[in-house]
């Protein structure tokens, strides 16, 4: 069973750093893609961030790139998201999402989320 | 960047009834669009992929069509279960762009 978990969300100061972890289960961790999808609260979903299987490719929304970094440790099976210089408008449930294959692809398998609060 | 427009934004129909829904590529993007469905308070699911194929569990009730640059999605009998908003994600390539939403509501 395909388990996804994030963690690390919490609250920041604006200009503040926070590290998402997603730990993933039940598949074989370094042979698919995985994406950062986060939903502010009230709104629609929001594509961030996605790395290939190996990590050799990442890609950012314009609106994060600078300031987000999108990393994984396949020896651990785990996919970070390094958020540095945070605002107002970045607080969101951020989601971890598995693609269904080893590059840009959709997305097969959700995690629960974690909340990103940014407030002074 | 390729933008994804859906509509419309919001729909109020009776259980029973046909359902479309709209997404609209600015550019081509052949099949690689994908639907999500999110219940309230919920996570985003996967309903159907390559614009058509539908995920595995998924009712068979939802069903996709469309080619580079209009898609659509329909439910052929709303079900009360089906209350959601539905999202089209465009997968060609980085970004992996979001439409902004439909929320389906039972008349």
């Known amino acids: 069973e395909v388990q996804l978990v994030e963690s690390g969300g919490g609250l920041v100061q604006p200009g503040g750093s926070l590290r998402l972890s997603c730990a993933a289960s039940g598949f074989s961790f370094s042979s698919y893609a995985m994406s950062w999808v986060r939903q502010a609260p009230g709104k629609g979903l929001e594509w961030v961030s996605a790395?290939?299987?190996?990590?050799?490719?990442?890609y950012h929304a314009d609106s994060v790139r600078g300031r987000f970094t999108i990393s994984r440790d396949n020896s651990k099976n785990t996919l970070y998201l390094q958020m540095n210089s945070l605002r107002a408008e970045d607080a969101a449930v951020y989601y971890c999402?598995?693609?269904?294959?080893?590059?840009?692809?959709?997305?097969?398998?959700w995690g629960q989320g974690t909340l990103v609060t940014v407030s002074s | 960047d390729i933008q994804m427009t859906q509509s419309p934004s919001s729909l109020s129909a009776s259980v029973g009834d046909r359902v479309t829904i709209t997404c609209r590529a600015s550019q081509g993007i052949s099949n690689y669009l994908a639907w999500y469905q999110q219940k309230p308070g919920k996570v985003p699911k996967l309903l159907m992929y390559?614009?058509?194929t539908l995920q595995s569990g998924v009712p068979s009730r939802f069903s996709g069509s469309g080619s580079g640059t209009d898609f659509t999605l329909t439910i052929s009998s709303l079900q009360p279960e089906d209350v959601a908003t539905y999202y089209c994600q465009k997968y060609t390539s980085a970004p992996l762009t979001f439409g902004g939403g439909t929320k389906v509501e039972i008349k």
């Open positions: 790395i290939s299987g190996s990590g050799a490719s990442t």
């Open positions: 999402a598995k693609g269904a294959g080893y590059r840009n692809d959709y997305s097969d398998y």
């Open positions: 390559a614009a058509s």
